[in-house]
């Protein structure tokens, strides 16, 4: 593995470097999807899509995978049924049809029958938080029946695929296998920023979509979203824990409650990080003009009644971010007075949630994943100074 014999450090790295970017080039030229598409008419619509959002380039730089097909007249049919589809999430979408590892049909059809087996795909590669566990996972059932099937590893899949052909395969590097379905990763909407819809995928969010509905919220984020939106969404249980329903107070204050939930920028989980005792302004802020800020410490946030950890990212797509919290975010200039008021009378005040210490392994998972995503993905330090930047900016601005 090491250089043969000891030499100067400047002597022994160079032929190092020009070895490693030979082995680059070579590893980058064992095959060209694109190529191998082009021999099979059924496959011209899923061809260029590869080539246009720039897969077919990250496919044709590994070394071993095998990527799922459907035939031009499925893909046809899903593209008409989301017609508003985001390029962002049309690439993701396409990421979850490579597998991180090569499968001959002899190889698939030698696999366990008793268990599924779970394989990463390329959309793992993002450095995403959002796609950093089993939401980039497929497990394929080996069934003695009903033959090889797929499915997202996530429970609560919405999609599944029957592998029908077994199209072509070069050496052990690529293999192509067409499938029946276009498979879709849990809680993903093809709509980029289509809150509602990705919150429904996760189905702990109920409550939250319909009061966003009620004051009117939802409309307003979807005006927004083009220009960067950040929502803190609070799980049912959240709600639940609250002593009396939201629904219970007067309609303006549901709404400003809402409002106190969403920030007009994106703020991906890296950009939280270097906060300290940050006061970002929330959307109740920006239409009362007056408070609503919401005091930030890292993922620790404050609103001077609860102090909640930000959860699982739900949504990442610049310019929309969008993450779980365990407990409503409760403004105090909704409820400070009503606190004060608790000794005399308990009937609108809020139930104060304990915070049991919410999952300390999620979070720390979620920072050491955004952590080496932020170290993977070279590019970023720029665009997280810019972030940085701008939510300093909007904390001196206030
Ligand atoms: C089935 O496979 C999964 C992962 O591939 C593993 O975590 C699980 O323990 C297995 N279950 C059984 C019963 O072997
Ligand atoms: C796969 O999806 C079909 C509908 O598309 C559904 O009827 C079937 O139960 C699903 N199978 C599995 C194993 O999830
Ligand atoms: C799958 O396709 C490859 C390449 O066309 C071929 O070599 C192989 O025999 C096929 N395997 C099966 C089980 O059909
Ligand atoms: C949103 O509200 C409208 C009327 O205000 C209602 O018709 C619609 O069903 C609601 N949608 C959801 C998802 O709650
Ligand atoms: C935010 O923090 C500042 C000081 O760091 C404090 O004065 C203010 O009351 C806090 N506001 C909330 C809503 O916690
Ligand atoms: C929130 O955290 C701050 C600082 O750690 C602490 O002073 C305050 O009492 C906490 N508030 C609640 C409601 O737990
Ligand atoms: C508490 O406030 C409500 C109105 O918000 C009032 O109807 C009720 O009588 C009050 N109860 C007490 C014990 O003061
Ligand atoms: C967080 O992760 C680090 C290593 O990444 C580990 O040493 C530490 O024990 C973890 N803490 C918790 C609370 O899981």
């Known amino acids: 593995m090491g250089p043969g014999k000891p030499m100067g450090r400047g002597t022994t790295l160079l032929p190092l470097l020009i070895t490693w970017c030979f082995m680059v080039a070579s590893v980058q030229s064992t095959f060209d999807i694109t190529a191998i598409l082009d021999g099979y008419p059924n496959f011209i619509v899923l061809n260029r899509l590869l080539s246009s959002s720039g897969i077919a380039a990250e496919i044709n730089a590994r070394r071993s995978l095998t990527l799922l097909v459907v035939s031009d007249d499925t893909l046809n049919a899903f593209i008409n049924s989301n017609q508003n589809a985001d390029a962002v999430k049309v690439a993701d979408l396409l990421r979850f049809h490579v597998l991180l590892q090569f499968f001959s049909m002899d190889q698939l059809k030698a696999l366990p029958t008793t268990n599924f087996s779970s394989i990463t795909t390329l959309l793992q590669t993002t450095g995403k938080a959002i796609y950093s566990g089993k939401e980039s996972v497929l497990n394929i059932y080996n069934t003695l029946q009903d033959g090889i099937l797929i499915g997202p590893a996530l429970p609560g899949a919405s999609s599944n695929a029957t592998i029908v052909a077994n199209i072509t395969s070069s050496g052990f590097d690529i293999s192509i296998m067409q499938i029946n379905n276009v498979l879709i990763p849990v809680g993903f ?162 139930h104060i949630p304990h915070i049991p210490t919410p999952s300390p392994q999620t979070i720390n998972d979620t920072i050491t994943q955004a952590l080496s995503a932020c170290a993977v993905l070279t590019g970023s330090s720029g665009s997280a100074l810019v972030l940085l930047l701008s939510v300093v900016f909007l904390t001196t601005a206030m």
């Open 189 to 350: 909407s093809i709509n980029g920023g289509d809150l509602a819809q990705v919150l429904t995928g996760f189905y702990h969010y109920n409550t939250f979509i319909r009061l966003l509905n009620a004051t009117g919220v939802t409309d307003a984020l979807a005006a927004m979203q083009g220009q960067g939106l950040t929502v803190f969404a609070p799980t049912d249980a959240a709600f639940s824990a609250l002593s009396k329903p939201v629904e219970s107070l007067p309609e303006d204050e549901q709404k400003q409650l809402m409002e106190y939930h969403v920030i007009e920028s994106y703020l991906s989980l890296d950009s939280f990080k270097p906060l300290v005792d940050s006061h970002l302004q929330t959307l109740a802020a920006t239409l009362a003009t007056k408070g609503y800020k919401l005091n930030v410490t890292g993922l620790f946030l404050q609103t001077g009644i609860v102090n909640v950890t930000i959860g699982d990212v739900l949504e990442d797509t610049n310019p929309v971010a969008m993450y779980s919290v365990d407990t409503v975010l409760l403004p105090e200039d909704l409820f400070a007075n009503l606190q004060h008021k608790r000794t005399e009378n308990k009937t609108r005040i809020p």
